[in-house]
């Protein structure tokens, strides 16, 4: 009884949040406790992965944020989807808010790579 109800919870939406906010919490009190440089150290280890005869060589923390991300936005993408064509934003004043959101973030991310190669090419000199 006990475990079917674990994995209700676990298979349901919520779960994934409340992991989320749990992970954070840990590596916020891990952080900013006397453990906080074995925590660095370990976000630092050097990680290797190989494709064919390219491999690739990073810190722990650079894989984990862009893995991490690149999951959360394809995620993201696909529940949009479901909210547009089966749920609640098919109408157009349900949607509007979403599509500002949406604009907003393609235009910052725009502003960020325009600003970004600025900054490079004047640190270039």
Same mark, same amino acid.
């Given at each position: 009884?006990?475990?079917?109800?674990?994995?209700?919870?676990?298979?349901?939406?919520?779960?994934?949040?409340?992991?989320?906010i749990t992970a954070a919490l840990v590596a916020?009190?891990?952080?900013?406790?006397?453990?906080?440089?074995?925590?660095?150290?370990?976000?630092?280890?050097?990680?290797?992965?190989n494709f064919g005869k390219s491999p690739i060589?990073?810190?722990? +923390?650079?894989?984990?944020?862009?893995? !991490?991300?690149? %999951? /959360? *936005?394809?995620?993201?993408?696909?529940? #949009?989807?479901?909210?547009?064509?089966?749920?609640?934003?098919r109408g157009l004043a349900q949607a509007t808010?979403?599509? +500002?959101?949406?604009?907003?973030?393609? !235009?910052?991310? %725009? /502003? *960020?790579?325009?600003?970004?190669?600025? #900054?490079?090419?004047?640190?270039?000199?």
């Amino acid at each position: 009884m006990g475990f079917r109800n674990f994995w209700d919870f676990f298979i349901s939406e919520a779960s994934g949040g409340i992991f989320l906010i749990t992970a954070a919490l840990v590596a916020f009190i891990f952080e900013n406790i006397f453990l906080s440089s074995f925590y660095n150290s370990f976000l630092q280890i050097d990680t290797r992965l190989n494709f064919g005869k390219s491999p690739i060589q990073k810190p722990l +923390i650079l894989f984990v944020n862009d893995s !991490l991300m690149a %999951v /959360f *936005f394809f995620l993201l993408g696909f529940r #949009l989807k479901r909210e547009i064509f089966k749920a609640k934003l098919r109408g157009l004043a349900q949607a509007t808010l979403l599509k +500002i959101f949406i604009i907003g973030g393609i !235009l910052a991310s %725009v /502003f *960020f790579l325009y600003f970004k190669s600025q #900054l490079y090419f004047l640190l270039k000199d």
